[in-house]
């Protein structure tokens, strides 16, 4: 198969919605091609892909288009997973999918609040950025104290080898710690932080964080996973 007919990612290296996908399209070895996001300054074709213009957007050859990125991982995982992420060591298939969606909806909702106070002033309990933050960092911090339980004894959320939760929740941990990384350190969650380095350090997540410059049409196809 030719490059220019493999998939098509819109991505943005930042997003950690975008990373997710980019780490189980590296974790199954399946090849796209990588178009890098600038998110001020969104390109037309991804516009026209999915109207809602947010990343990650996969485009099929066939020209079906998968705008959701837990979606696009099931996709790639269900055509190649080596790793076995979509099946969890211990519990089932359906406790894994429902941390997934507890980060989705609660946590990264506490997230945005802890870490972008100013875009929420219109919100009923807001009062001032900081008591506001203060108060989404605490709401977020229990759910990440949940994780930190699962982590603790077994080195991942479902067991002793990552699946699909790990890969799809990580990022998102990585941006909450990110925000005031002296703080989380601080914190009593050692299984929880030994996780994110662990995470953080891997081939894998090393593999799915090159730069890029932002694509245009003239530019040269990128293929992805690089090697």
Not at 198 to 217: E, G, H, N, R, V
Request: glycine letters at 4%.
């Amino acid at each position: 198969m030719s490059l220019s007919d493999l998939p098509i990612l819109y991505s943005f290296r930042r997003c950690p919605y975008a990373m997710r996908a980019r780490l189980a399209i590296a974790a199954s070895g399946v090849s796209c091609q990588l178009r890098e996001v600038v998110l001020r300054d969104k390109p037309e074709a991804l516009r026209l892909a999915s109207p809602k213009a947010t990343v990650p957007v996969l485009v099929l050859p066939d020209g079906k288009v998968i705008d959701e990125s837990l979606d696009i991982m099931h996709w790639v995982l269900g055509i190649q997973d080596p790793q076995n992420y979509l099946q969890p060591e211990q519990g089932s298939t359906e406790q894994m999918l429902a941390l997934v969606v507890a980060n989705d909806g609660p946590f990264k909702k506490h997230l945005d609040c802890y870490k972008y106070p100013d875009r929420h002033t219109d919100n009923e309990a807001f009062t001032d950025a900081s008591s506001f933050s203060a108060q989404h960092r605490a709401q977020a911090s229990e759910q990440l104290m949940g994780l930190n339980a699962r982590i603790q004894g077994q080195g991942y959320l479902m067991g002793r080898r990552p699946c699909l939760a790990d890969l799809a929740i990580a990022p998102f941990v990585r941006q909450f710690a990110q925000v005031d990384r002296a703080w989380f350190d601080a914190q009593p969650w050692s299984a929880l932080s030994a996780w994110l380095l662990k995470f953080q350090a891997s081939p894998l997540f090393l593999s799915i964080m090159d730069k890029y410059p932002a694509w245009t049409p003239e530019s040269e196809i990128v293929r992805f996973p690089s090697a």
